[in-house]
């Protein structure tokens, strides 16, 4: 096994291990009540962002235990395609399908295998949220991306600002750590005992590696792969308490205290393909 696939298998054993702990969530971060429901677990500003999403057939890339997959379909798509890598993400998600009476396939699969995984092309690839971090190569990603798509369609991506990546907490206050781009070959190592959720149980597979991708990086890996970039929006809200202490603006998302300087959070990107 050479290092990449230390990287990629160490943080599918993580991802594996969180998504057993999700799938049984009672935290409530996951609202696996209102999608069975046949509600949305989507946060304000993708619902808003990705507009009438009514009839098109959706690719959700990095789809983890299927929830937002699920409520896209309960928003209007046509048809609604996860693929993740985690077989134990994927066996919630088909769970909580079959639970819902909500019609979705779900693929197990590695990001970069989507085209030859996912059959068709798609009007939207909706990806949200702790995704393109676990990915070493942004521009690989972008032509998987681009190639997934009919002409006119469109990718939405949401996902955590990188000038939010570079910070750590410490002492309580965060703290300027991490490079604003990493290399494949040296990513960010984390050993952490919990998932982000707020479950007290214990993570067993506690190593993973993250990379950070500089705006300009995500925004030229759509544009080379043949997409026309819609709109870039920075966001001062993420979707989880980055920092202790955070404020709740809105539901489930978190702005920095006045007294911190401000930073944007996350952002978003559309692109059509050409
Ligand atoms: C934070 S979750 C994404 C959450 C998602 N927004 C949702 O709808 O719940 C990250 C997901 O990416 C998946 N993942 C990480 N690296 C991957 C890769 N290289 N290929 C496929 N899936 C990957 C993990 O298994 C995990 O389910």
Known sequence: MDEFEEFYEANRQNWNNRAELHSSDETGRYRIARVLAGGSSL???????IGDIAGKDIAHLQCHIGLDTLSLKHLGARSVTGLDFSATALKAARSFAAQAGTEARFVEASVYDARQALEGDFDLVFVTWGTIIWIDDIFRWGRVVSSLLRPGGKVYLLDMHPQLGQFDIDEGWPKLRFPWKTR?????????????????????????????????????????????VDFLNEHAVVAWEAFPGMEEVGEDLFALLPEHPKIPLSFSVGATKL
Do not use: C, Q
């Open 184 to 228: 494949a070959a040296d990513p960010i190592v984390f050993d952490l005992d919990y998932t982000y959720t707020g479950d007290p149980r214990p993570l067993t597979h506690r190593r993973f590696y993250e990379l950070i991708h500089p705006l300009s990086d995500v925004i030229n890996a759509l544009v080379v792969a043949g997409m026309s």
């Open 43 to 49: 946060h304000e500003i993708e619902a808003r962002e």
